[in-house]
């Protein structure tokens, strides 16, 4: 407590970070060049240091555990702490651009390792440019599950390049999804909402989700709901636009 007292970025009351402390830009440009160190491979990656509890059990078992879930623009972890009790056995990365953004998750995931003792191990968050850098963290078929919600839309034609949606970036999340996985995109722009159905509808390696199985599909439920971009959307009586699409192998 008296740590707290002397940190104003952290609340008294629940320990957390105080996310004024940690605000940035709504969006940033994905094209421009960044500061930060990227790994030569996924094998160059050390997920240990984001999941110490998950990686020192793996040791004595002898099996790696390896993650399989990614949030793209993860924002301020809403998802990824939603998420981390919903699967509680599965890694979980969000990656994310903004700095100080970043640096929020990093200390909101600390900060409810601390308060949860067991809880919120198997999720963490590196600040990257996922739109450069995927397979330099990530094997082929190594993912089950990508999240995109409500990116930057990026209203003008000439920045459409732009969007983390697009035919050349879905071949590279093909890549890294398995046969199975699944994609998952919310929006409250209608417009950008038919771009990304448009792009993914297609590609050759994906393929709609029926509504049975949007139904049946917990993570769906949580993508009005678990981040602060849907909870702003959803006060306002704004409406969303989603497109969950599975990995499909490829047709010879």
Not at 89 to 96: A, F, V
Request: aromatic share 10%.
């Amino acid at each position: 407590m008296l740590e707290n007292e002397a940190n104003p970025t952290i609340s008294k009351s629940t320990g957390l970070p105080r996310k004024r402390f940690y605000r940035a830009r709504a969006h940033s440009n994905p094209l421009s060049d960044s500061h930060f160190p990227v790994p030569i491979s996924p094998s160059h990656v050390d997920f240990s240091l984001h999941y110490p509890q998950f990686f020192s059990l793996s040791c004595e078992v002898g099996c790696i555990k390896r993650v399989q879930f990614a949030d793209i623009g993860c924002g301020f972890g809403g998802l990824l702490v939603s998420l981390s009790t919903l699967f509680p056995e599965t890694l979980i990365i969000g990656m994310e651009l903004r700095d100080k953004v970043a640096e929020y998750v990093k200390e909101r995931i600390l900060a409810l390792r601390t308060t949860n003792p067991g809880q919120y191990q198997n999720v963490s968050v590196v600040r990257t440019n996922s739109m450069k850098y995927i397979p330099n963290y990530f094997e082929k078929g190594q993912l089950t599950k990508m999240f995109f919600l409500f990116p930057d839309p990026h209203f003008k034609e000439k920045n459409h390049r732009r969007r983390v949606i697009s035919p050349h970036l879905l071949d590279e999340y093909a890549y890294v999804l398995e046969v199975g996985g699944i994609i998952y995109t919310i929006t409250d722009v209608e417009e950008l909402g038919e771009w990304m159905k448009t792009c993914m509808d297609n590609h050759p390696m994906f393929e709609a989700l029926t509504e049975e199985e949007l139904q049946a599909d917990p993570a769906v439920k949580l993508l009005c709901t678990a981040t602060e971009e849907g909870q702003k959307v959803a006060r306002n009586g704004g409406q969303t636009f989603q497109a969950v699409y599975r990995r499909i192998a490829l047709s010879l």
